[in-house]
């Protein structure tokens, strides 16, 4: 699992811009952060909320592994015969976050790097579109996915956690990707399929769509 920290300071100078609508009074003793990012995902019962998160790169864990868990029983959509597994298959970290005492944020979220662009394509067929162009990469990472995101949500395909986490990720990736990260997006949201971000050939990324990614407490659908 890649495991993402959220400052809540540097939260809240990219915050200075934006609204953000309270959900419910059971959230009242959230941080700053927690609030804003369960406001995006409430799309169902608020008005639609912009959020801005932050958060600093850690270490990712490579291992060379394929194949899904046999001890998960969730129902699943192939695709080309495989889903995108976690690396490694033994990490039993479910897709969460976790809120410190000191007011940082923790968010582990699954780790696929040990898929190339050639096997992203094996398995998903030729993208739509190849997007090279930093600016729109990050404008995509803190705009469309967390849009594919929160539709997971509302689908009951993910926990409020597990979204708020993903979320992170891209906040995560798209202040990399300002800084040095050279980034390669494969488009496949128009064929109704995660789109897959690439850096020096290996997946950084997936959109948390459900039939097309497995993960350590993954929803069951029927």
């Known amino acids: 699992m890649k495991k993402t920290i959220v400052f809540c300071g540097v939260f809240l100078v990219l915050m200075s811009g934006c609204t953000a609508k309270e959900e419910a009074s059971s959230k009242t003793n959230k941080t700053t952060k927690e609030t ?24 990712t864990k490579k291992a060379a592994t394929t194949e ?11 695709v080309n015969g495989h889903l995108f597994t976690p690396n490694p298959e033994d990490d039993d970290e479910e897709v969460s976050y976790q809120s410190s005492g000191d007011g940082n944020i923790s968010a582990f979220v699954p780790d696929y790097s040990q ?16 997007i090279t162009d930093s600016a729109t990469i990050r404008d995509r990472l803190e705009d ?30 798209s202040l990399a990707a300002s800084m040095s990260m050279k ?33 350590n407490g993954k929803i069951e659908t029927i």
Do not use: C, H, R
């Not at 899904?68 to 192939?78: A, D, G, I, Y």
């Not at 849009?147 to 979320?167: T, W």
């Open 36 to 59: 804003s990012t369960s406001s995006v995902l409430a799309e169902s019962t608020t008005k639609e909320t912009e959020t801005s998160t932050s958060t600093k790169k850690s270490e």
């Open 68 to 78: 899904s868990s046999p001890k998960k029983e969730t129902k699943k959509t192939e």
């Open 115 to 130: 898929y190339n662009k050639e096997q992203v394509i094996s398995m998903l067929g030729e993208p739509s579109q190849i």
């Open 144 to 173: 469309s996915e967390w849009q594919l995101i929160k539709a997971q949500y509302d689908l009951g395909k993910l926990s409020e956690e597990q979204a708020k986490a993903f979320m992170f990720a891209t906040k995560d990736l």
């Open 183 to 215: 980034l390669e997006l494969l488009v496949y949201e128009d064929q109704g399929k995660p789109n897959v971000y690439l850096s020096e050939d290996s997946v950084k990324f997936i959109t948390p769509m459900t039939d097309y990614i497995d993960f």
